[in-house]
């Protein structure tokens, strides 16, 4: 098996190289790269350079506007993003309801909102996890009755990512309650402006903003604005989440934190020598640097089948279980690296107009949150033990 790339997909990765130097932003190349918070007019402005250059969408087919590309090149593509410091683009819309969309949709919604979605005109959020309804996804009982041309939606949806800036949400409804709990949910594409919608944060030990619950009262929603067949939604929730654990894997933001990891390990000292050159701490870095190679070859193999119109299989769960792991343990190799430089909470240093002294090296500011924030990785998308027992019955058949 070669597995080096192509003079063709080289040339590519150079065509992007140049396309970055010459047009991300250096404040946002910043901010990412110094781990200072990002607002929502950060995400959309990058967003909106992509799209400009034909590139908002790399993920999707040509014919509803996207890229075409192929596995390599969309990995490339994102691998050369994270390395330059570029801010990730935002899955819910892009990487989440838009197959949905595009495979299950109608053609006026494919018309109506795969163009904006790409553009950055309108920003996505998730309406999936309930307080009762979390890895049993299926207990969800927010409900959605019919009157005439609409549903009345009430219910309770949280752990909702970014719903405070979101112009959308795409919710699992209950539209029916008899036979088994999978069937009778149907899949809605709500406007967040409507009337009855309510958005509580949910804030967290970091202090940030980042996660909320949502709350609908009585609030009406055409009927146009299902996606699919009635009491469908929960084939059309599985294959979203096929998707979503894929993105999870996050491949070249992992291989970007390695290199940041392996700079810092060079420079902070151990014992009166670089850090790199303490063996257990050395062997760790190895460890999750070949978890991180064996998961990058395992996302080209599911992008590939995706890119073949299978879709993403239960070998999604694999990228999912394992792209958090090592997720995990780069950020617990990054605490470790920098000792008690790390463990301050300094939320202010955040604030890219913030002028004050950090503790230690700028880079280990953010450390501690970004530590508490990544052990959510395992759990969202489904935690990984839900996605041990699909790999069990899917793939071992057992």
């Known amino acids: ?45 990058w967003q909106q350079i992509l799209h400009q250059r034909g590139w908002g969408a790399t993920m999707w087919p040509s014919a509803f506007g996207g890229t075409g590309w192929n596995a390599v090149e969309q990995h490339i593509f994102e691998e050369e993003c994270a390395n330059a ?28 909102f795969l163009p904006r979605i790409v553009a950055g005109e309108d920003w996505w959020c998730q309406g999936y996890s309930e307080p009762g309804a979390g890895s049993d996804l299926a207990s969800l009982t927010t409900s959605a009755i019919r009157e005439g041309e609409h549903y009345r939606v009430n219910g309770q949806k949280t752990w909702n990512t970014y719903g405070q800036h979101a112009d959308w949400i795409f919710c699992l409804v209950r539209t029916a309650s008899e036979g ?9 594409l709500i406007d967040m402006k409507t009337p009855g919608i309510t958005v509580r944060p949910i804030i967290m030990i970091d202090g940030e903003h980042e996660i909320n619950e949502v709350w609908f009262e009585d609030v009406l929603v055409p009927v146009e604005n299902r996606v699919g067949e009635e009491n469908k939604g929960w084939t059309y929730a599985k ?14 933001r992992s291989k970007a934190a390695l290199k940041q990891l392996k700079a810092i390990a060079r ?40 890119h073949e ?18 997720q995990q343990s780069l950020a617990e190799l990054m605490m470790q690296a920098l000792g008690h430089y790390a463990l301050p909470w300094q939320r ?17 500011a953010p450390l501690s949150g970004h530590y508490f924030n990544y052990r959510k990785t395992t759990i969202y998308g489904g935690s990984n033990e839900i996605q041990k027992n699909i790999i069990a019955q899917m793939i071992l058949g057992l």
């Open 1 to 45: 098996m070669d597995l080096d790339f192509t003079a063709e997909e080289q040339g590519h990765r150079r065509e992007v190289r140049r396309f970055l130097q010459d047009n991300l932003p250096a404040d946002l190349a910043n901010k990412v790269k110094h781990g200072k918070r990002l607002v929502r007019e950060d995400f959309l402005r």
């Open 85 to 112: 410091g570029a801010p990730m683009q935002l899955p819910f819309g892009l990487k989440m309801v838009a197959p949905v969309i595009m495979a299950f949709g109608s053609p006026a919604q494919q018309a109506h």
């Open 180 to 188: 088994r709990k999978q069937e009778g949910i149907s899949f809605l």
């Open 239 to 252: 294959f979203l989440l096929g998707h979503e654990r894929t993105g999870i894997a996050g491949v070249g």
């Open 267 to 306: 420079s902070e000292q151990a014992f009166g020598r670089p850090l790199i050159m303490d063996q257990r701490f050395r062997d760790r870095v190895a460890q999750v640097e070949l978890e991180l190679m064996a998961l990058e070859i395992t996302h080209l193999r599911v992008l590939t089948a995706d």
């Open 309 to 326: 119109k299978r879709g993403p299989g239960p070998e999604a769960s694999i990228l999912k279980i394992k792209g958090s792991e090592i």
């Open 348 to 364: 202010e240093a955040l604030d890219p107009d913030w002028h004050g002294e950090a503790i230690g090296a700028d880079y280990a």
